[in-house]
């Protein structure tokens, strides 16, 4: 069994009960909007999902839910944070838009520098699509995110962008794809990106955990990583349990059913503060990587 590595962010999250949580439009596949949604059962199971990833050893922030804004439970897609400074995500949907600003305020209420992505004029970018991995950020070039935006992220943060083409309409955010686990090992869901985004995720990461479009569709890779545990949706294909066990990770599943119906799972619900883009930073010279494995 392989040392883990863990990634050097994943202890500090922003989250947002979901009080206002509904589905009043569909802006992806899982979206129904004659499916009714179980508030009370909602709100428990994100309460059973806060406390789940204190447990294991995290802080959670909180932010109020504004009215109209059903969909702000998905905090992730707020922006990226490096540092105390935050790229503002730039929604490609009118409808999430509101969430944008008042995130935009959260952050400078406790002291954080933006930057507003839609400043630059160049399309949408939601940070639902960017992970730091390795040596750089990985960026989705797909249904949420321009990849015009990508050269404004290399410059505003001053890091070094891997672009991953993001093809698959229900696995629409990389989160739904890409889920890193510690320096060298990462779920990967191939069937969401095309030829290009699969050769760059292959010689990004060493060591993949590969899952099918199945497996994908249960948001296993949709998970949170602290340290050594991995906070999953209910209903993780065994496979990829016993995977995660065998490389010396402790899984543990919350069901979070009732907000998928919304599109979104748990890392979905959970943005990390205290990611620090550092290893991307174009001013150091990129580490030695290990010959990927093809995906």
Request: contains cysteine; aromatic residues 8%.
């Given at each position: ?37 179980d508030p009370d059962l909602a709100l428990g199971q994100w309460d059973d999902l806060a406390a789940t990833i204190e447990r294991a050893g ?238």
């Amino acid at each position: 069994m392989t040392e883990i590595r863990p990634l050097s962010w994943g202890r500090r999250y922003l989250m947002c009960r979901p009080e206002h949580f509904r589905v009043d439009y569909a802006i992806n596949p899982w979206m129904d909007v004659d499916a009714p949604v179980d508030p009370d059962l909602a709100l428990g199971q994100w309460d059973d999902l806060a406390a789940t990833i204190e447990r294991a050893g995290a802080a959670v922030e909180r932010i109020s839910q504004l009215p109209g804004t059903p969909d702000m439970v998905y905090a992730m897609n707020y922006g990226l944070v490096d540092g105390d400074h935050v790229a503002i995500t730039s929604f490609r949907h009118d409808q999430r838009r509101p969430e944008a600003e008042a995130a935009e305020w959260w952050f400078g209420e406790t002291g954080m520098r933006t930057t507003r992505v839609a400043d630059a004029g160049v399309g949408a970018f939601e940070a639902g699509d960017a992970f730091l991995f390795g040596d750089s950020l990985v960026v989705a070039d797909g249904p949420r995110t321009d990849r015009a935006t990508h050269a404004v992220l290399g410059r505003e943060l001053g890091v070094r962008v891997a672009s991953v083409g993001v093809v698959h309409p229900a696995l629409y955010h990389l989160d739904l794809s890409f889920c890193p686990l510690d320096e060298t090992r990462a779920i990967v869901a191939p069937a969401a990106w095309d030829r290009a985004g699969r050769a760059t995720v292959a010689a990004l990461v060493p060591d993949p955990l590969v899952i099918d479009e199945d497996e994908a569709f249960t948001f296993c890779a949709n998970s949170v990583v602290i340290g050594d545990v991995v906070v999953m949706p209910a209903g993780v294909p065994a496979r990829v349990a016993r995977r995660l066990e065998a490389w010396g990770f402790s899984v543990q599943t919350v069901d979070v059913s009732e907000l998928h119906k919304g599109g979104g799972s748990i890392r979905c619900m959970t943005l990390p503060l205290d990611t620090v883009l550092d290893d991307a930073r174009l001013t150091v010279e990129p580490r030695p990587r290990e010959q990927g494995v093809p995906v």
